[in-house]
DNA sequence: GACAACATACCGACCAGTTGGTATGTTGTC
DNA sequence: GACAACATACCAACTGGTCGGTATGTTGTC
């Protein structure tokens, strides 16, 4: 990574305002039909500037996933739910903030990783391990309390918290797509509540009704 | 060239052909990746044919949408899960069945309305309607089923078929988001195995560690 | 001969990427 | 600390090719 060069410090770089304006647009467009026109634009950058930094549109929607991964993790590694002590706690936390920030605009709460994985998967490498690598990175650190949580409270058979991170995940991008059909976050906020009724019949909690769910 | 002396309806016309190409197409590369030329190309047609039989490109992806939902609602409407008697063994089915078809190139068993829907929600209200219609069309009438399902075997406070059907869908359309990652069919399968966990759970139902389910 | 179902030829707009350049650091040497 | 040598960041104009779409011609069928 090369990211951090020699910059004035106060101003934002043609990099990272492209990056910005990358993170925007594809996920109002998709990724095909966003120009490099219309990305210097929103950046007010130059198109030479656009090609100084990058070597190729698809390295920018490459480069664009890392950046995407590197925010949303600063995102949720500062939100509240992480101090819960029980591992489960911090899980059904995690599920509350997402559903706290599924709101407004479709394309404002939609993912970045997602939209350009289903969409560029076929035709760029660089952009689908970028994407995929941010989707699964974010699995793990999800299944690191889910696996606590099963030590502390056991699961039936085969379950592990890999694969409940994944689960979750793909229940979360699935609930995108259903958002962008619908035009609001109704389908994330059901996804959600489906979601967290699972992992409590998973282990065994009966807060089946409550919203919340293990308030302890 | 090929066998368009015989126009009237039965055999495949320029419209199907596109329509069919269109399905190929999208899925491997997403709708504003795929050109007019290209689909032209693979249907074998000139672009005359193409615009004689569609406004645009865009009435093209929405009738492609149309297209896909007819096709799969005849292959799942054919499928022998629907003989059971039993309306959780018919969903349970549904699930093995959706298991059964995930095998092969991930673009041959992705579906086209998730793929258009996320692309193109912004930029084409046609496809978008199309291609969310033939989601929850198909929610619906996987939430009859379900709805029986729960007439008969009860289910906590809250929960519906719709509900239910739509969640099921929400999840298989970010497995396939994952599959695209990986390169393979495992996380479609992973999901499936957690969905039918998270349905017997739901209806009481002891099954959970065989993998069929409620065999009677 | 009217009409649907194509085919051919072409257009202007837009596309990703290139070019040749300038302005402003940074670094090593004396 | 002066200065050459080089690196980085950015710019405006341009290019060759591709895009969705159109105008018009041809052909088979009723």
Known sequence: MNTSHTLPAGKQNARSKLLDAAIVLVRQQGFSATSVDELCAMADVTKGAFFHHFASKDALGAAAADHWTETSSV?????????????????????DFREEIATGEVADFTCYAGTSL??????????????????????????????????????????????????????????????????????????????????????DREGLTQKKGCER
């Open 75 to 95: 995102l949720f590694m500062d939100a509240d739910y992480n101090r819960h002590e029980d591992p489960l706690d911090r899980y059904l936390g995690y599920l």
């Open 118 to 203: 289903q969409e560029c998967y076929g035709s760029s490498d660089a952009i689908r391990d970028a994407a995929y690598q941010s989707i699964a990175g974010h699995s793990e650190r999800l299944a690191e309390d889910l696996d606590q949580a099963i030590a502390r409270y056991g699961v039936p058979e085969g379950v592990t918290g890999l694969s409940l991170g994944l689960y979750t995940q793909a229940a979360l991008q699935g609930a995108f797509i259903l958002a962008k059909g619908q035009g609001n976050a109704a389908p994330v906020h059901d996804a959600i509540v489906h979601l967290r009724r699972y992992i409590l019949l998973l282990f």
